[in-house]
């Protein structure tokens, strides 16, 4: 267990429609960092936050979007799913001296 | 944000020690090197993490030339359990959208 903690684990769903996954960082951690790992790709960044706020964006799509609560967990909304939305979706939590520490991720299946 | 390159893909043998080099010509000086592991349908996972020189773990050493523009991660003895994709970045520890690219697929065969 590495102390980031994602919900839930599978999600299948139609497309067209919207879907949104939870990420709870490690104790103490607070930045949270959305990767999207689609099949036999890299890790692509979609956003961070920091404490409550948005710090940094990638590739991120205007469908997508985030938030980070005051207790510091964090959600990311896909609406519109297509089914080249179906991917592995990754959150992290960082320090500097241990680097990125990631979830179990979700995996979503649009159908 | 220095870029990277490694290789795509490596074979090796159980029991081998395997190195894997990254080159990143354009790393800052207050960059530092880190190392990661991923095996299919699971997060990457924290190896080893450098500035300079030679950093030894329990798991993997990692070698860096006094130019900093190359390090190399080195496994040894391998096992099968070793086979996954292993991800090299640099970037200062204060950065905020670190890449993570494609990284070097690494099988190991009996």
């Known amino acids: 267990d590495s102390g980031v903690t994602q919900t839930p684990k599978h999600l299948i769903t139609a497309t067209g429609q919207r879907v949104t996954l939870r990420c709870s960082p490690r104790?103490?951690?607070?930045?949270v960092y959305w990767y999207q790992q689609s099949l036999d790709q890299g890790l692509q960044f979609l956003i961070q936050y920091y404490n409550g706020e948005e710090r940094a964006k990638g590739n991120i799509l205007e469908r997508f979007s985030a938030q980070q609560f005051p207790d510091l967990h964090s959600e990311l909304n896909l609406s519109s799913l297509e089914l080249g939305d179906s991917a592995l979706y990754f959150c992290a939590s960082r320090t500097n001296t241990e680097g990125y520490t990631f979830g179990s991720g979700t995996r979503l299946t649009v159908v | 944000l220095a870029k990277t390159t490694q290789p795509i893909s490596m074979d090796s043998y159980e029991g081998q020690e395997v190195n894997i080099t990254c080159s990143h010509n354009?790393?800052?000086?207050?960059?530092?090197i880190t190392w990661y592991q991923q095996f299919p349908s699971q997060g990457p996972r924290f190896i080893i993490q450098?500035?300079?020189t030679k950093v030894t773990n329990e798991v993997a050493s990692l070698f860096i030339p006094a130019d900093r523009k190359s390090s190399t991660l080195s496994l040894p003895r391998v096992s099968l359990s070793d086979t996954a994709v292993y991800y090299c970045?640099?970037?200062?520890?204060?950065?905020?959208?670190?890449?993570f690219g494609k990284g070097t697929r690494l099988h190991i065969l009996p």
């Open positions: 450098g500035y300079k």
């Open positions: 354009n790393i800052a000086t207050n960059d530092y």
């Open positions: 104790s103490g951690d607070l930045s």
């Open positions: 970045l640099v970037g200062d520890n204060r950065d905020d959208k670190i890449i």
